[in-house]
């Protein structure tokens, strides 16, 4: 397959399902090889929201990218463990050559609570996971992208919440804003070697990590047990598009355009994927 990216390689970590799996495959789709890395592993502080992914779902990332006829290399490693995640990523750039992309998309999520009322072990993981585990992704793949030479891109998924103060969101909130420290550092460092950092922020995905009770909750604490049919509007005043949910492909496009040489010269940026939510 000929395309945009022909002869790249890309790392996509929480690349079994929703953001991750699309991400894969959007890349793939432009003629990326991918080194797709998941834990599929419970995290004990999320799981009373929302389960984690399984290695079924990352055999269908496998599955899906193989279609397009590209290759890919798939490991379970946890970005908490940096050792085991070196591991991951050395083992895909020995066989499929070199790294030019890396999109750090692992993270979680746990739901609100007044700042102070924030459980100790849940404010740990969400730093450990969505924070130092965005740090390891890019320090695992740094060697080999930079090696790899100029046009190279790192792409950090932040959120919404990396531009908002969000009431009750405080540990998630906080990761997300650290990213964008990290991006303005990482894209003054790489920028003389002309390797691009941008973070991408969302609103709300359609995704598991989104589409829950526990989230549902948040925004229909009135009701016991709230469906989505009974959060949806709320979801939908969040922006100024009326919509609830994005599709993962929209946020998917932004990382495809960032990874390609029609983003050269884009670095150091804030790419909002929000239906405008931002702005209200």
């Avoid at 992208?145 to 531009?163: D, E, H, P």
């Avoid at 103060?165 to 002309?194: C, D, F, I, R, S």
């Avoid at 994005?246 to 990874?259: C, G, K, M, Y």
Wanted: net charge negative.
């Amino acid at each position: 397959m000929a395309g945009k990216l022909e002869g790249k390689v890309a790392l996509v970590t929480g690349a079994a399902r929703g953001q991750g799996r699309s991400h894969a495959i959007r890349l793939a789709q432009d003629g990326a090889d991918i080194i797709a890395v998941d834990f599929v592993s419970a995290v004990d502080s999320v799981t009373p929201f929302y389960g984690p992914a399984t290695e079924e779902d990352l055999a269908e990332t496998v599955r899906e990218v193989e279609a397009l006829d590209r290759r890919i290399i798939t490991s379970t490693a946890d970005v908490r463990d940096y050792e085991a995640l070196k591991a991951a990523v050395d083992d895909g750039v020995a066989q499929l050559g070199g790294l030019n992309i890396i999109v750090a998309n692992a993270g979680i999520f746990t739901f609100g609570t007044e700042t102070h009322r924030v459980d100790e072990q849940s404010w740990r993981d969400l730093m450990d996971i969505n924070l130092t585990g965005v740090w390891h992704t890019y320090k695992a793949g740094a060697d080999a992208l930079i090696a790899s030479g100029k046009g190279g891109s790192v792409i950090l998924i932040s959120s919404l919440a990396g531009f908002k103060g969000l009431a009750n969101v405080a540990a998630y909130t906080t990761t997300k804003h650290g990213l964008v420290g990290l991006m303005k550092v990482l894209a003054n460092e790489l920028g003389p070697q002309e390797i691009r950092v941008n973070t991408i922020h969302p609103n709300a995905i359609d995704t598991p990590m989104v589409k829950n009770e526990a989230t549902y909750k948040l925004f229909r604490p009135d009701l016991e047990h709230p469906t989505l049919e009974d959060a949806e509007p709320a979801f939908a005043g969040l922006n100024p598009f009326g919509i609830g949910f994005i599709d993962p492909i929209h946020v998917s496009n932004a990382v495809a355009w960032l990874a390609s040489d029609e983003a050269y010269y884009v670095s150091g940026g804030q790419i909002p994927v929000d239906a405008g939510a931002a702005i209200l």
